[in-house]
Every structure is written in structure tokens, then in C-alpha cells.
């Protein structure tokens, strides 16, 4: 059976002061790849006033060693991403390239989406990031990471993705994983996960006892 991971981070509080500040330093680790350096800062000046928003993906893209990585706020789960304007053409292009490099058989998942969210009773949403990471013997593992801050909660959409990814997705012998990072400051509590496990779960059951986990083996 599918596992979701479930992870807590501590972050500065110093680090998102900065953040809600304009100061976007924390991208520029050495660690985070390209793409997402340059998305979430395009992203970040496009909104009217700084905020929290994306210090989270940014925190953990920046805490998490990774060969390449995608910010994947997009509905790839449903169909290969493409631009509504020539600005953000270039970073869905990169996207879909990169999924169909990386996961040939997708459209076979697409296919199927309706019916699997007619199963689940919610339309599954892909989660934050997705990142390959090397691990100890050199396999490279693709991490489906969901990224909360304090006050977050994971929405019953955002798990039923996270299970589609972990039951179904056309891996093509790939190593997967799904996780839910949890951050908190140095004055805040991360929220538990136990719910949203059991949902997983069910999730999980549900597709398999319906044959969607075939998808997987594709």
C-alpha cells in the first residue's frame, strides 16, 4: 500500500519577515533549481503587495538537495499544462517537457481522470513541488511534495491528488513519493496529520479496489 510521508520543518521567522518584505534572497540557495528560482520570483513581483505566499515551496525547494525540480501548481493531473499568454508560456512549456520526459505514459492517467474523480467524489489536485533527488546508492527518487505553513490545512482535493500520484501515476519503473511538509516558526506548532493519512489511505483503497492502480505498471 501507498504511504504519504508527513514531514516538519522549522523556519526563521526572521526568513519570512524577509520574505513579506520583498526580500526574495531565500531562492537563490544554491540548491534550488532553476525553474523554480525563476518562476516563484516572476510570480512574487507579478502580485500587487509582498506576501507569505510561496515562502513555503521556496523554504523547503531551498532545504531539500534535489538534481532538478517544478514548482507544479498546475491541473497536470487532468492534462499537459499550456499557456493562457505569451507570460507564462516559457514556464509551461518547461513543465510539460519535463513530464513528458520524465512520465511518457501521463496521457494514459489523463484519460482517466474523470472517472477517477467521479470514484473519489473530488477532483484531485497535483501538490506544491516535485523533485528528483539522488539517494544513497545514486537512484534518483521523484518526491510529489505538498507544503503547508502554520494555519494551513491539506484540503480533501489535495490528498485524493497526492493518492492518484502515489496509486496511479505511469511511473515506468520510476521511485516515487508523496509527502506533506508541515512548517512552523520558532513560535508556532506544526499541525498534526493523522486525518489526512487516514484519508490517504482510503484514497488509495478505493483506486486499487476499482483497478486504477493498472495505470501505475504502464
Given at each position: 500500500?501507498?504511504?504519504?510521508?508527513?514531514?516538519?520543518?522549522?523556519?526563521?521567522?526572521s526568513d519570512l519577515t524577509a520574505w513579506r518584505q520583498g526580500d526574495y534572497g531565500l531562492l537563490a540557495h544554491r540548491t534550488v533549481s532553476l525553474y523554480i528560482?525563476?518562476?516563484?520570483?516572476?510570480?512574487?513581483?507579478?502580485?500587487?503587495?509582498p506576501s507569505?505566499?510561496?515562502?513555503?515551496?521556496?523554504?523547503?525547494?531551498?532545504?531539500?538537495d534535489h538534481v532538478?525540480?517544478?514548482?507544479?501548481?498546475?491541473?497536470w493531473l487532468r492534462c499537459f499544462p499550456s499557456g493562457a499568454d505569451d507570460e507564462d508560456r516559457w514556464f509551461h512549456k518547461k513543465f510539460k517537457d519535463a513530464l513528458g520526459e520524465h512520465f511518457p505514459n501521463l496521457p494514459h492517467l489523463h484519460k482517466e481522470f474523470d472517472a477517477l474523480s467521479r470514484l473519489?467524489?473530488?477532483?484531485?489536485?497535483?501538490?506544491?513541488?516535485?523533485?528528483?533527488?539522488?539517494?544513497?546508492?545514486?537512484?534518483?527518487?521523484?518526491?510529489?511534495i505538498e507544503v503547508k505553513l502554520p494555519g494551513d490545512k491539506l484540503a480533501p482535493r489535495q490528498v485524493a491528488g497526492l493518492a492518484v500520484i502515489a496509486t496511479c501515476l505511469p511511473r515506468d519503473?520510476?521511485?516515487?513519493?508523496?509527502?506533506?511538509?508541515?512548517?512552523?516558526?520558532?513560535?508556532t506548532n506544526s499541525a498534526p496529520m493523522t486525518g489526512d493519512k487516514v484519508l490517504f489511505a482510503k484514497y488509495c483503497r478505493d483506486l486499487r479496489r476499482a483497478g486504477f492502480d493498472r495505470l501505475a505498471r504502464r
Open positions: 500500500m501507498p504511504k504519504l510521508l508527513t514531514e516538519s520543518s522549522q523556519f526563521r521567522d528560482r525563476h518562476l516563484l520570483i516572476e510570480k512574487c513581483h507579478r502580485r500587487k503587495r507569505r505566499r510561496f515562502f513555503g515551496e521556496a523554504f523547503v525547494a531551498a532545504r531539500t532538478d525540480g517544478w514548482y507544479g501548481s498546475f491541473k473519489l467524489r473530488v477532483k484531485p489536485v497535483p501538490p506544491d513541488l516535485w523533485l528528483i533527488v539522488r539517494g544513497r546508492r545514486g537512484r534518483l527518487k521523484h518526491r510529489f519503473g520510476k521511485r516515487v513519493s508523496t509527502s506533506v511538509i508541515s512548517l512552523h516558526s520558532e513560535t
